[in-house]
């Protein structure tokens, strides 16, 4: 079992994409990770930017990514360090560019209700296991091909290295 230990941050149900990465900055910050994570969550949670760790994991309610498809709301967080997102679901269209940018993304409603901001979980993907407080939360297994381009760092890396 490799199992991975992770803080939680802890927000809502229906956080979209508005919030996660502010619109007024969609076009006026380019592609710099720094920049885009300074504004991480910044009208949700002003302080996460400044606080988030590499290896941090957001564990959130459902619809979390909901509203236009704007990437930035993605590679913000991998850029402020977010090993994850946990969540109850998610809009369709975030979880897809999560996925091609390389951000695990992981459904698991039963563990939004256990944990609170601050709270250490630690994740077994092998299993599709997250373990909290001596219990285990089981979540649906990532397919083969979404894992492998989750860990090649999203799905350009993942074809390069088809190639």
């Not at 009208?43 to 704007?70: E, H, K, T």
Request: glycine share 8%.
């Amino acid at each position: 079992m490799i199992t991975t230990t992770h803080r939680v941050w802890k927000y809502g149900a229906d956080v979209n994409t508005d919030v996660i990465f502010p619109g007024k900055y969609t076009y006026t910050i380019d592609s710099d990770p720094a920049e885009l994570a300074r504004h991480a969550l910044e009208d949700l949670d002003p302080g996460f930017a400044s606080a988030v760790s590499p290896g941090d994991v957001i564990v959130a309610g459902s619809n979390w990514g909901n509203g236009s498809s704007r990437e930035q709301a993605v590679t913000c967080l991998q850029a402020a360090g977010v090993h994850a997102v946990i969540a109850s679901s998610f809009a369709r269209i975030y979880f897809r560019n999560a996925i091609n940018s390389g951000l695990l993304v992981i459904e698991c409603p039963a563990i939004v209700e256990a944990v609170d901001s601050g709270d250490t979980i630690e994740l077994d993907l092998e299993a599709a296991a997250i373990h909290f407080a001596g219990r285990t939360y089981l979540f649906p297994k990532l397919p083969d091909q979404v894992r492998a381009i989750v860990e090649a760092g999203g799905i350009i890396a993942y074809l390069k290295q088809q190639t």
